[in-house]
C-alpha cells in the first residue's frame, strides 16, 4: 500500500561519558550499532529523514518534573542533562513544524524515575519524556498529552508523575509484573482520585508475540486514544519486547515494532530500554524509523528471524484477547469508579515503598492529593528514605483551582523544617521551584 510520506527527525545521543558499568546492558553501543545501521542503509540519504544535533535541558527543565534529594545535580550529570535536551530538542522540531514527527535516540534512559528522585531506578535518574512533556506546556501552552510505553518494563516512573494528572493518559504495555522488574503494572493501578483512567496498564504474558502486541493495541490503545483525543501522543519507545534480549522474555520483532509506530503514528518517540545491541536495536530502530517517514519497511527483518520459534501459542492468544475486553471495560466504568472511590472525602492518601535498585536506598512516601473536581487536585508528599534526609513536597498542579492553589501555598508556608531536612514547592502553573 503507498503510504504518505513524512518529515522525520532523528536525534542522537549515545553518552559516551555515562555508563553504570563498562559492561552494564545499559551501554554506549545500544546506539553505535544503531547509528552505524542507520548510515549503511542509507537512511539519511532520503530528503525526508533529516539528524539535528541535542540541545541541553536545564535544572529548571527537570525541577519542573522532579522533586530531587537533596538537590537536581546530587542525581544527575551532563549526559542526562543532554539525553532530556534531546527529548526536548525532538520536541522543538516537532512544534515548530519543522518536521511532522521526530525521534530521539538517546540514553540515558528515564521511564523509571519518578516524581521524587533520591537516586537511580532501572537504570533512570531523570525523567526525559516527563522533563520533555512539561517543556512543551511550559512554552507552547497546555496539551493534552498521550504516553504509551511500550518498553517491555512497566513505566512506573512516568506513571507516578502522572497519576494525578487527568490531561495526560499514560498506556504502558509490557512483560507482566510478575514475571519481570519492577514488579507493577496491573489492572488496579488506575489514576489517582481526579485522574482515574488516565492510567491504563497492559501487562501481557511471557512470550507474547506480535500478534498478541498489535491485538492489544487494534482493541485497547487506539480506541482509547480515539476517546482521550490527545494533541500530542508520545512513544516510549523500549525495545526489550524482542525475542533476543537478554533481560526479558517475550517475542516482539523489528516488523512487529514497525507496525506498531506505523498504527499509532506518534509524534515523537524517545528511546528507552532494549538491550539486544547487535540482534535487535539495528533492524527495530531502522523499521520505526521508517514507519514514522512513511517509508516502505516491509524488507526489514533480523537475521535470524525465524517465525516458528516465536509463535505465540494459542492459550496466550486466548489470554490476551480476554485481557483486552477487561482493560477497556475498566475504561469505560471509569467515571462509576470515581464516584466509589472518593465518596465524600476531602483527601484520599497512599503509601508507597519506593526501592531505587542501581543505587540500593529504600524510601517510603506518603502521598495526599486533594480530591478536586476543577484541576488535577493539590498533592503533598512524605518521604523518608534510610539515607537520611526527611522531606516535603508541595506540588501545585498545571491549570490549577484557586481552591487548590491557596492550599498548597499555605501548606507551603506554614511547614517548617522542625521535622524535615528539605521542604519543596513545585508549581506546575506558574513554573516556581523553591525550596527551604
Not at 527543565?61 to 539525553?83: A, F, G, K, Y
Not at 519518578?114 to 517543556?135: H, K, P, Q, T
Not at 494459542?314 to 470515581?338: F, N, P
Not at 498548597?408 to 523553591?434: A, S
Amino acid at each position: 500500500m503507498l503510504k504518505k510520506e513524512r518529515k522525520t527527525g532523528l536525534i542522537f545521543f549515545p553518552a559516551f561519558d555515562w555508563a553504570i558499568s563498562p559492561t552494564h546492558p545499559e551501554r554506549e553501543e545500544r546506539l553505535l550499532y544503531t547509528q552505524d545501521q542507520v548510515f549503511e542503509e542509507g537512511l539519511l540519504d532520503f530528503d525526508s529523514i533529516i539528524e539535528f544535533k541535542p540541545g541541553l535541558a536545564t535544572v529548571g527543565d527537570v525541577n519542573r518534573v522532579h522533586i530531587c534529594v537533596p538537590d537536581t545535580r546530587s542525581v544527575i550529570t551532563e549526559s542526562h542533562l543532554v539525553s532530556a535536551g534531546g527529548a526536548i530538542t525532538a520536541a522543538e522540531k516537532v512544534m515548530k513544524r519543522e518536521v511532522d514527527n521526530a525521534f530521539a535516540l538517546v540514553r540515558p534512559p528515564g521511564h523509571h524515575a519518578m516524581l521524587v528522585v533520591r537516586g537511580a531506578r532501572g537504570f533512570c535518574n531523570v525523567n526525559i519524556e516527563a522533563i520533555m512533556v512539561e517543556y512543551i506546556r511550559k512554552h507552547y501552552g497546555p496539551r493534552r498529552v498521550a504516553i504509551v510505553d511500550t518498553d517491555c518494563h512497566h513505566g512506573d516512573g512516568t506513571q507516578d508523575i502522572y497519576w494525578n494528572d487527568p490531561n495526560t493518559l499514560c498506556i504502558s504495555i509490557h512483560q507482566d509484573g510478575r514475571t519481570l522488574y519492577p514488579g507493577t503494572g496491573f489492572h488496579r493501578e488506575f489514576g489517582g482520585p481526579n485522574a482515574l483512567g488516565a492510567t491504563i496498564n497492559i501487562p501481557l504474558p511471557p512470550r507474547t508475540s506480535d500478534e498478541g502486541f498489535l491485538y492489544i493495541l487494534d482493541h485497547v490503545i487506539l480506541p482509547i486514544l480515539d476517546e482521550f483525543k490527545p494533541d500530542l501522543v508520545i512513544n516510549s519507545a523500549g525495545q526489550d519486547n524482542h525475542y533476543s534480549d537478554p533481560i526479558t522474555d517475550m517475542c516482539f520483532t523489528a516488523q512487529g515494532y514497525a507496525l506498531l509506530n506505523d498504527r499509532l503514528s506518534p509524534h515523537i518517540a524517545v528511546l528507552e530500554g532494549g538491550y539486544s545491541i547487535e540482534k535487535a536495536l539495528p533492524y527495530v530502530n531502522v523499521g520505526i524509523i521508517l514507519a514514522m517517514a512513511g517509508l516502505d519497511y516491509s524488507n526489514v527483518r533480523e537475521p535470524d528471524y525465524d517465525p516458528l520459534t516465536i509463535r505465540q501459542s494459542d492459550e496466550i492468544s486466548r489470554y490476551v484477547e480476554k485481557e483486552a475486553a477487561e482493560i477497556y471495560t475498566l475504561w469505560e466504568k471509569r467515571g462509576l469508579m470515581r464516584e466509589k472511590l472518593i465518596g465524600n472525602v476531602e483527601y484520599v492518601r497512599r503509601k508507597k515503598p519506593v526501592y531505587y535498585d542501581t543505587d540500593g536506598i529504600s524510601e517510603q512516601q506518603e502521598e495526599t492529593v486533594r480530591v478536586c473536581t476543577d484541576c488535577g487536585g493539590l498533592v503533598t508528599i512524605a518521604s523518608a528514605a534510610d539515607t537520611g534526609n526527611r522531606i516535603f513536597a508541595v506540588i501545585i498542579p498545571g491549570q490549577s483551582c484557586p481552591a487548590c492553589r491557596a492550599k498548597g501555598e499555605e501548606i507551603y508556608t506554614e511547614t517548617g523544617k522542625d521535622k524535615y531536612n528539605y521542604v519543596y514547592l513545585q508549581d506546575r502553573e506558574r513554573d516556581i521551584f523553591l525550596v527551604k
